[in-house]
């Protein structure tokens, strides 16, 4: 696991908010843990995409997986939704601040 990679608690946490997977069949090479904290390493970078270390799997299918999940909404729902729970359970100050 590198600095910055998810830690086992968020991982329990952030991983029944993902979809379920569509295709039956063998068992993914690379697992989706390894692609996420690959999408959050180049992230948190800006560094190319073909620059992503390879203990995060191949670049392009992390760099597929980011895409489809932004173009379908998903970043957007596990965003909401774990903003939603930290609210409920009083985790954020919702100050407005206006600059004259």
């Given at each position: 696991?590198?600095?910055?990679?998810?830690?086992?608690?968020q991982?329990?946490?952030?991983?029944?908010?993902?979809?379920?997977?569509?295709?039956?069949?063998?068992?993914?090479?690379?697992?989706?843990?390894?692609?996420?904290?690959?999408?959050?390493?180049?992230?948190?970078?800006?560094?190319?995409?073909?620059?992503?270390p390879?203990?995060?799997?191949?670049?392009?299918?992390?760099?597929?997986?980011?895409?489809?999940w932004?173009r379908?909404?998903?970043?957007?729902?596990?965003?909401?939704?774990?903003?939603?729970?930290?609210?409920?359970?009083?985790?954020?100050?919702?100050?407005?601040?206006?600059?004259?």
């Open positions: 696991m590198g600095r910055g990679d998810l830690t086992h608690g991982w329990v946490r952030l991983e029944p908010l993902l979809p379920t997977g569509k295709k039956p069949g063998r068992p993914p090479t690379w697992t989706r843990r390894q692609l996420i904290d690959g999408i959050r390493w180049r992230t948190r970078t800006g560094a190319p995409w073909r620059d992503l390879e203990r995060y799997g191949p670049w392009d299918r992390a760099y597929d997986l980011f895409r489809r932004q379908d909404g998903t970043w957007k729902r596990i965003f909401e939704q774990l903003q939603a729970e930290a609210d409920a359970k009083g985790l954020i100050t919702w100050d407005v601040s206006v600059d004259s």
